[in-house]
């Protein structure tokens, strides 16, 4: 039976966009409905972030205990592991599970109204819903739209058989043979280097001519390296051309513009995402848009009053943190809040191995921009923790204006730096200059401490190199 409902705050997506959003309205008050087609915690938690990251986590596990075979230099010996990636799978769907049950949770605890269907709009204050109990419309003052992004697909390698999304990469039942990925950026590195660790021959192809291109090389160096020894192989300059005749191959034309051929079982597209803007009535708004993005300003506002828009659809970086950020300040703006998006800085994270960290601007950038600039780094081959943790690969690097010393970037490639991406954000957003780092007391024994060291270099009187 059609039914007819009404609300303050409607947010169409409950991925961490528009969960977070939700949550924080119905908080402060608001009397909020959010519509979700799939699965409470979108991309994110679902087939992002979080089963990502369990998957690369045993990746790291797997390859631990392969290599204790041959550590007997530090005194351990082991017989040779065996993977099981379909108990992987279910142990990382356990983890997904308990992860969107909680969102579930607290949108409950904070009062929200969570509608299961598909939205549409039919204008700038109302959708329809396909529910399974049937059309459902629902009227609201205000309306975000946190509808997220999906893969790129390239027209002569479409998804389907042997053709896989992230999202279908982190849900087989066994590691491929032969894998070859399409697009070494987050996605593609990422999960590449899970399988390589799994046993999969490895191979990438990069449009490029260097992975990462969000990254400066100096960074994505450390990665090269250990791609090397992983065995994987990495064809920059090239271009993907289509599935081989024998229908387990890849053709590719390489850096040298010659066909070769590379055997793939399962072949990985990782070449992007685009903002999921068309397919629920956008056609009914009155929307500009930024290239392929929702245009929005500071507050997050479209160009139609009381409809806002966040997270990967838009616009760049489309990263969870992001979309949560502005989840929450809209939410906030719609409870009669002050905000405006104020943000120096959005870290981000590559969990290869090792890690990239990035946040704030890195030397070239930061000159471009028309600073006068002083940077450093201190490896982790000189950092004690890192030595005793078989880590030494990699460094920290502080970029900060000369003159008065302001960071304006903090940069770290290593295993495990992506716990550091706190620490650089942080001293991104109060402002820190190399001083308040150099007057920080660092913990000892921890990576952190090239943090402090790098700032103590750029100042010209590192202690321990
Ligand atoms: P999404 O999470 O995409 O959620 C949008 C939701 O809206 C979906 O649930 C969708 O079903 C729903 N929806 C869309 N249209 C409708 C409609 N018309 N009606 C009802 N529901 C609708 N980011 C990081 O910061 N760190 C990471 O480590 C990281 N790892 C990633 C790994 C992978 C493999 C992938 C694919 C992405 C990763 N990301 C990571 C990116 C991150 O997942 C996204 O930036 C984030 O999920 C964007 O959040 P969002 O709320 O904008 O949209
Ligand atoms: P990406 O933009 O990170 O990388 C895509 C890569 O594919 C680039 O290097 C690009 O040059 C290359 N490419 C594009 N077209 C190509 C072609 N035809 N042939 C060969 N190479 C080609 O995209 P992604 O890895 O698909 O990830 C999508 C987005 O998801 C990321 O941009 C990021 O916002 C998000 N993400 C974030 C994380 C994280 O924060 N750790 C992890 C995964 C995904």
């Not at 943090?451 to 750029?458: P, V, Y």
């Amino acid at each position: 039976m059609a039914k007819d409902i009404a609300c303050k705050l409607l947010v169409v997506g409950a991925g961490p966009g528009g969960y977070v959003c939700a949550i924080r309205a119905g908080q402060l008050g608001v009397d909020t409905i959010i519509v979700e087609a799939e699965a409470l915690g979108g991309t994110c938690l679902n087939v992002g972030c979080i089963p990502s990251k369990a998957l690369i986590h045993v990746a790291d596990e797997f390859e631990r205990a392969m290599n204790s075979a041959d550590k007997a230099a530090i005194g351990v010996s082991a017989s040779k592991p065996k993977i099981d990636l379909a108990k992987t799978v279910e142990w990382k769907n356990g983890i997904v599970g308990r992860l969107t049950g909680g969102v579930g949770a607290l949108l409950k605890k904070a009062k929200v109204r969570v509608v299961e269907g598909w939205a549409t709009f039919i204008d700038g204050k109302t959708i329809e819903v396909e529910t399974k109990d049937g059309p459902t419309t629902i009227r609201a003052e205000n309306v975000v739209i946190a509808t997220g992004s999906t893969p790129v697909e390239l027209p002569f390698l479409k998804f389907g058989g042997d053709v896989i999304s992230s999202t279908e990469a982190l849900d087989l039942d066994a590691p491929p043979k032969n894998l070859v990925v399409v697009g070494a950026g987050y996605i593609g590195l990422e999960l590449g280097i899970a399988f390589a660790k799994f046993g999969s021959k490895v191979a990438v192809v990069e449009a490029l001519d260097r992975i990462l291109p969000g990254y400066d090389a100096e960074l994505t160096r450390p990665v090269t390296k250990r791609l090397k020894a992983l065995g994987v192989a990495v064809h920059l300059g090239a271009k993907a051309k289509g599935p081989g005749k024998d229908g387990k191959s890849l053709e590719i034309e390489n850096g040298d513009g010659e066909t070769e051929t590379l055997p793939a079982d399962k072949i990985l597209v990782a070449v992007g995402r685009k903002p999921l803007t068309e397919g629920w009535g956008r056609e009914n708004l009155v929307l500009d848009m930024d290239g392929p993005f929702i245009k929005i300003d500071d507050r997050c506002q479209t160009s139609m009053n009381g409809v806002y828009a966040i997270g990967d659809v838009a616009g760049e970086p489309m990263l969870a943190h992001r979309a949560m950020a502005q989840g929450e300040m809209v939410a906030e703006i719609i409870a009669g809040r002050n905000r405006r998006w104020d943000r120096r800085a959005v870290p981000a994270v590559c969990f290869t191995d090792p890690e990239v960290v990035a946040v704030g601007l890195a030397p070239e950038e930061a000159k471009a921009e028309g600073h006068e600039v002083e940077s450093a780094l201190f490896p982790f081959s000189a950092n004690g923790r890192a030595m005793a943790t078989e880590a030494e690969e990699g460094f920290v690097r502080v970029t900060a204006r000369a003159g008065d010393g302001l960071i304006l970037g903090a940069h770290a490639v290593g295993k495990g730096v992506a716990e550091l991406s706190a620490a650089f954000a942080l001293a991104l957003e109060m402002g820190a200059t190399l001083e308040d780092i150099a007057g920080t007391i660092h913990a000892h024994p921890t990576q952190s401490e090239a943090f402090h060291e790098a700032s103590l270099r750029t100042l010209g009187h590192a202690l321990h190199i």
